[in-house]
């Protein structure tokens, strides 16, 4: 019997296969119209890959919606533990991919290092799944025009990128403002940040680390190039490396850029 790959091998065959793409539309207003039904089996299903952190937001966002979270994954089986609670119920998954064959999955919410958005949101599209992802989109360009390819032919599937900028009202209001000409003629624009206010543009770690027993490493890596384990990487200053994170210009360009982007179409 041949075994079953592991998740590193599967990715990289998958991306190889242009099994890569799509920009997200889950609108979140389309699973509260249809959670807000009075029967309870008309609730849509969610499940969540990355269960901590921003994960952990979202499965209580969706459940205040009246939506029902039945599945949850991470790699980390401790984080999985503290973001399942009080969802004790939803089934538990250490891979991705075994949370995409339940069947009662109706949408998934993708909250997990920008190297791997891809890698979960295109096969759940293709599942005929709603997705949606967090910001950034994806890990490349090429991701995310594959990944916008994969949604358009699946045009009833909603789809959406988290930016919770672009929904703020501070936002919407600087976008009419500057489109009302109230401000004059935009000429040039400055954008700026404080970020990056973790480690960053520095050498992989020259000494390894015992790898937690709570954690799956071969999984976590995705289709990252393999390395040994270190403390710097999880759970939360892997944004520091270009092979998992996007940088200071993936985690707050795409907040900050958007208004003056938006408001004066450039397309």
């Given at each position: 019997?041949?075994s ?8 990289q ?26 029967s ?36 980390d ?27 009662d ?40 025009r594959?990944?916008?390819?994969v ?21 919407r ?35 390894s ?16 190039p ?5 403390n710097?990487?999880h ?15 993936g985690?707050?360009?795409?907040h ?9 179409n450039?397309?």
């Open positions: 019997m041949q079953k790959p592991s998740r590193r091998q599967f990715v065959s998958t991306a190889g296969a242009a099994f890569v793409g799509g920009i997200v539309n889950f609108a979140w207003g389309g699973i509260q119209d249809k959670a807000e039904s009075t309870p089996g008309e609730k849509v299903h969610v499940g969540v890959i990355g269960a901590n952190g921003q994960g952990r937001a979202n499965i209580e966002r969706v459940s205040d919606a009246g939506a029902n979270v039945v599945a949850l994954c991470d790699v089986e401790a984080r999985l533990a503290s973001g399942s609670k009080g969802f004790e119920k939803a089934k538990q998954y250490n891979d991705f991919r075994k949370l995409l064959e339940q069947k999955v109706d949408a998934v919410i993708v909250a997990i290092p920008d190297d791997m958005h891809a890698f979960a949101s295109i096969p759940a599209m293709q599942l005929g799944k709603h997705v949606y992802c967090e910001k950034p989109l994806t890990h490349s360009i090429y991701e995310a594959r990944m916008a390819e949604a358009k032919q699946n045009p009833k599937l909603m789809t959406q990128m988290g930016h919770s900028g672009h929904a703020s009202e501070g936002t209001l600087t976008v009419e403002m500057v489109r009302s000409g109230l401000i004059g003629e935009i000429t040039e624009v400055h954008t700026w940040t404080d970020r990056p206010i973790w480690p960053q543009g520095i050498e992989r770690p020259a000494k680390d015992p790898i937690p027993k709570n954690l799956n490493w071969d999984l976590w890596l995705g289709p990252a393999e390395r040994p384990f270190n710097a990487y759970p939360f200053k892997w944004r520091g490396w270009c092979d998992f994170g996007t940088g200071a210009l985690d707050m360009g795409c900050i850029i958007d208004a003056s982007y938006w408001a004066l450039l397309g």
